[in-house]
């Protein structure tokens, strides 16, 4: 009897805890949808408004500070953020690239109290002519990549490694170009169960990319991107733009090898730059390819679907149905990686869930995506600070890779108020689900900032929690009384 009095103590602390969250994984999907956009701030070290009395934010890492300590060592215009998510100490540094001419990379140790010590800049800025860092990913083997959001026909749309990211000093990170894979516009990379590495070229009528590495369970990236073979994504009869007056392409898909097996040319098919390495985009376009473009493919998130498939969402930036940005521009997609069908996930016609009409021009420049513990999608838009910079929350509520299901939606979940900035790089702890990160860039006062969102559990759940272990302690003494 005393065994199950305890067991039934644990239980129901546990169920207290879960209140509002999915098993407990996170707190950070119990909101209450903001209706409209925030406008302005008198606070920029607290630029946003948060849809829950539970949240809170605060200034973990700026810019000015960085140039006051070090001058010259930030370049500023702070992108995607990751952090070291496997290894020792997982979760102790996030890393971000600088989106600028001079781009560099910066790591942020989590585990240093110390405002002024705790930021340092691993990868000095132009580094081998480094320029409009954006990507950022930790490797399967336990790296950090980053990449250039800047291609033409010139010398840049180039992948980084930095090898020693967790233990590199100031300007000591090893940067290791990457040359296997194709040159594009970087933004978005993602690993699926596979671990094969997908990514976007971020132009008006750029692809979707997978490349497949020979040995995909290298320990290094040396081995990892020594050999392999890059495809891009063909819908249907491919070829297709989608524009700004276009409709939604989706449909069956099927991969489209664009380099041999090895990452070399393929004859007839591969445009091949001065240096040997390969034109992703040019490639894509060939007639022997004919790759579906989307309009400004921007970023990649990766999640398993209640069927077991692992499906790929990507944000098209610029795609719209009219021309009419007002009434809503840009896409969310799936791509299911087991039945490679691609679906529309989110537009302008998917569901307001604080005011149950479509969300229309709420939605614009949806940019970048992330993923919290429970699997929640979150949309963050490309728009100006202080007039509509949001984020949205995409409420999934059974996980099947549509929001049309009773209750299903965007919900607005923060909003920026820094004028002339915009969010960028928002990630979710893999080590604590109720703790986010998100960056302020290139807002109008020059100080790129690094906010830590924090959700905790509303009140009723702690009082519950606490009842529980009120009730294990009654447990406890009445099982040492006897």
Known sequence: MQKKYLNIAVASALAAMSVGAHAADTYFDNITPLTASAGATATPATPLTLSSPNFTQVTIADRKTQNTLVP????????????NET?????????????????????????????????????????????????????????????????GTGSKGRLFEVTNATTAGANGGNFVQRSVIPRVSHEGLAFDKQKSMYFIDEQNGGSIYKYVSANPNATNGSDYFAAGQTFALKVGNGGQFEGTSGAAITGGATWVAITNATGGAIAGVSTVVADGTIDGRATADNANVLATGYNRPEDLENKTLANGH??????????????????????????????????????????????GLAVGGGLRNADNLAIDAAGNI???????????????????????????????????????GAPGSEITGLYFSKSNPNLAYLNIQHPADSVDRLVQISAVPEPESYAMFLAGLGLLGFAARRRAAK
């Open 87 to 151: 290894g020792a100490d997982a979760g102790r540094y996030l890393f971000m690239p600088f989106e600028t001419g001079s781009a560099g990379v910066q790591r942020v140790d989590l585990w240093n109290n110390n405002y002024n010590t705790r930021t340092v800049t691993i990868v000095a800025p132009g580094t081998q002519g480094f320029a409009s860092g954006d990507a950022s990913r930790w490797t399967p083997w336990g790296s950090y990549l980053t990449a250039e959001e800047s291609w």
């Open 310 to 355: 692992e499906a790929v969402f990507f944000t098209t930036t610029d795609s719209d149905t009219n021309g009419n940005t007002n009434d809503g521009r840009s896409r969310v997609y799936l791509l299911d990686t087991v039945s490679n069908d691609v679906k529309l996930f989110a537009d302008s016609s998917t569901i307001d869930l604080a005011t």
């Open 72 to 83: 010259g060592s930030n370049s500023g215009n702070w992108d995607m953020i990751t952090a």
């Open 378 to 416: 979150y949309i963050i838009e490309d728009r100006d600070g202080a007039v509509d910079d949001d984020v949205w929350l995409a409420k999934d509520l059974n996980h099947d890779g549509d929001l049309l299901d009773a209750g299903e939606g965007l919900a607005r979940w923060v909003s920026n």
